[in-house]
């Protein structure tokens, strides 16, 4: 029997799944689970129906898709921006680490919207790791940049 037709397709929820590991052992359903990964197919074989696939629900999370962000190699160095506005997402975190409101954010920004706001802040929340580590990044370039003009301003007047 071949792959099962989209409206064949029966959603399988944790316990679907702990029930398939009891019935093939453990061992299969991790090789299936494997190949759903790689893949990228969720699908698994059904016990009893030999090559049979059925919709695993909980073997991948749905991407999460924001729909102001934008990040895109040659926009922004890459890094997660408010699309057609080239403001950053780490730019609008900044200044709500800073204890700026939505409100106080539009002041810098007058052309953002609330709903960009959030949606930056919200990509913030689900890639914390990114968007602090750009910071890290940016607050060493303020100092290096300080350094450097320093530098350059002390050898412009002969010091």
């Known amino acids: 029997m071949g ?3 989209l409206g ?3 959603p399988a929820g944790a316990e679907n799944v702990e029930r398939l590991a009891e019935k093939r052992g453990v061992e299969d359903l991790l090789l299936d689970l494997g190949e759903v990964i790689e893949s990228g197919v969720p699908a698994i074989s059904t016990p009893g129906r ?3 696939r059925m ?3 909980m073997a991948t999370a749905p991407k ?3 729909e102001y962000i934008v990040k895109e190699p040659d926009y922004c160095s890459g890094k997660a921006a408010i699309g057609a506005t080239r403001v950053r997402v780490n730019n609008v975190v900044y200044l709500h680490k800073q204890g700026r409101t939505a409100d106080e954010i539009r002041v810098e920004y007058p052309d953002l919207t609330h709903a960009q706001i959030y949606a930056a802040l919200a990509y913030y ?3 914390k790791d990114e968007i602090e580590a750009e910071l890290a990044e940016d607050e060493g370039a303020d100092e290096r940049y300080a350094q450097r003009k320093a530098k350059a301003l002390a050898e412009r007047h002969g010091r």
């Open 55 to 57: 919709w695993v629900a």
């Open 125 to 127: 929340h689900d890639h």
């Open 8 to 10: 064949e397709l029966v």
């Open 64 to 66: 999460l898709a924001f």
């Open 50 to 52: 030999e090559g049979a």
């Open 3 to 5: 792959p099962l037709t």
